[in-house]
């Protein structure tokens, strides 16, 4: 059987992605002990994937080879297994590969059982996934967040951050979110009904900040220059929980905030947090989520893009602000 897959042909420059990865075919291996292979349905867009497209060595994770197969999280049936626990027809979520078919070692890829019964699976890549786990955690756990509390979320219309308003909200907290454009913010205050939004392609970001009077918590997924304008609008005690780097990811720069000192001056606690440090909550954090989605209070949007063969038009939009919600390639069933 020949499967196809987005091959790493070169180091991307920026988000030029289409001189970078490839599609590729190749015929795919027999099976060894402890793997499991998944005819994919869902492919999940993360922002944070693009860092394992640098030759960087620091990050949280070595960089992904040149020459080998983009990967990321992936959804589907388990069509062949050689690990104890897994069965043909198993619904699972792993680190798998972009490609029709992914084979993984089913320890090492973090793969997990899931329960056919939910309705949308899409689900489970967004608030009953990873996306979930992150926003339910950063906000109630390394942010520390309180009811009664002013919390403020960066990328609020991304996957996480869409996310993350609302489960602040849920936790009896003042949400506001950070967005591009009029459209994301009107859809955090008018459809998710969170307490305000800031515009950050609009003038004067930083009075728009100040309108809302402080933030007791910043759940912060863009670094860069916006850090140094919520910085100086902290409140004394404040907790800043860092997700992510967006802005960093594709300019290839480092967050240096100019205003660091505020750190001090505010006393301010910044930590970061990345969901393997707390993959063993996982099914306690899910059953909370579920509760929630159930109720209908905690939604998502989905970005779907169809074809294994657009899957870079779907990966580009984390970084053009052209989606609202979770990006996910679906392909053919």
Aim: charged share 20%; glycine share 12%.
């Amino acid at each position: 059987m020949t499967n196809r897959y987005w091959r790493i042909a070169r180091r991307p420059e920026g988000t030029d992605f289409a001189h970078a990865l490839e599609l590729a075919d190749a015929p795919l291996a027999p099976l060894a002990m402890g793997e499991i292979r998944i005819r994919n349905t869902h492919l999940s867009m993360d922002a944070g994937t693009r860092m394992w497209l640098t030759s960087r060595e620091d990050g949280y994770q070595p960089p992904l080879p040149v020459g080998g197969p983009m990967t990321g999280l992936v959804l589907g049936e388990v069509l062949e297994s050689r690990a104890d626990g897994f069965a043909p027809g198993d619904l699972v979520r792993a680190f798998g590969q972009w490609s029709d078919v992914s084979t993984v070692d089913a320890v090492m890829s973090g793969a997990l059982l899931l329960d056919p019964t939910v309705e949308d699976r899409r689900a489970w890549f967004g608030p009953l996934g990873m996306n979930g786990w992150t926003a339910l955690w950063g906000v109630e756990q390394t942010g520390a967040a309180r009811p009664g509390e002013r919390v403020l979320v960066s990328a609020a219309a991304g996957a996480t951050g869409i996310l993350a308003v609302q489960i602040a909200k849920l936790l009896g907290c003042e949400a506001w979110g950070i967005a591009g454009g009029a459209a994301k913010c009107a859809y955090l205050t008018q459809e998710l009904g969170i307490a305000g939004a800031v515009d950050y392609k609009a003038a004067d970001v930083g009075a728009q900040l100040d309108k809302a009077g402080g933030f007791d918590v910043y759940f912060d997924n863009v670094g860069g220059p916006l850090l140094d304008a919520v910085l100086t609008r902290m409140n004394h005690y404040g907790r800043i929980a860092v997700c992510g780097l967006l802005a960093d990811y594709t300019a290839g720069t480092r967050t240096a905030p100019k205003k660091f000192d505020q750190v001090l001056m505010r006393r301010l606690r910044i930590e970061g947090f990345f969901s393997p440090d707390f993959m063993h909550e996982g099914p306690s954090l899910t059953r909370r989520l579920r509760e929630w989605v159930e109720a209908g209070d905690l939604v998502m949007p989905y970005d779907v893009t169809q074809g294994l063969e657009n899957t870079l038009t779907a990966y580009a939009k984390l970084f053009t602000g052209a989606n609202i919600g979770k990006v996910i390639v679906e392909l053919e069933q």
